[in-house]
């Protein structure tokens, strides 16, 4: 990457300082106090602590910027253009069962549009990252969406049931944000999903596009119950077919 803007630096800081308190808590997972929050989907004291210190880390250098929040919802401020998109945990319910395949997900969106996003997977130690007209990385190297042509050879991520009948090969991994970040590095073709929160998908879109990808119309307005398809530009056609969007 060229070079990184000030606001993409904060973000980057921002996650590996959180990422301490997850690794952490991760080795610990059997004795955290859970309290449920729905169906699956757990609020953890991990969670919340992971949230308050991106807060913290993002607002230091930008306190006027308003923050969007998995947990905390909306926390207005003066700039109501710039807004802090956060998910502390995406995959709450893998962290909790142990299993190790959770992230965290930052995105800024200015004036209505995602200009940079960060999905940090602190286990594997893998930090994607994205910024508007900059192009997609994985650890500083250049990621790119699969070029494969043979959609019966591909591989799709979906955690949903709208598209549960579909023919085509997926697999279900239970984080939105890293199923995006596969796809704009080329491990999975697609991806598509429904019933979603913008802090779920909100780092990946870009991700995605900065990848080369394409990725349907999303109403960026919205905080709840999107759809996403996701695909290269190989087989984002046959993927709209199976799927029956044609």
Known sequence: MNSISPNLNIMIKASEKASKCLIRDFGEVENLQVSTKGPLDFVTN???????????ELTKSKKNFTILSEESGFIKN???????????IDGTSNFLHGIPHFAISIALKSNNEIVSGLIFD?????MFYAEKNNGSYLNNKRIRVSK??????????????????????NRKSGSAALDMAYVAAGRYDGYFQ????LWDIAAGLILVKEAGGILNEIDLARNENLEVIASSPNISEKMLEK???F
């Open 46 to 56: 991990t969670d919340i602590k992971v949230e308050k210190i991106l807060i913290e």
């Open 78 to 88: 003066k700039d109501n253009e710039n807004i802090w998109i956060i998910d502390p």
């Open 122 to 126: 602190p286990i594997k130690n893998e």
């Open 148 to 169: 494969k042509q043979d959609i019966n050879k591909c591989l799709f991520a979906t955690n949903g049931e709208k598209f549960k009948n579909t023919k085509l090969h």
């Open 194 to 197: 429904e019933n979603l929160n």
């Open 243 to 245: 799927l029956g969007k």
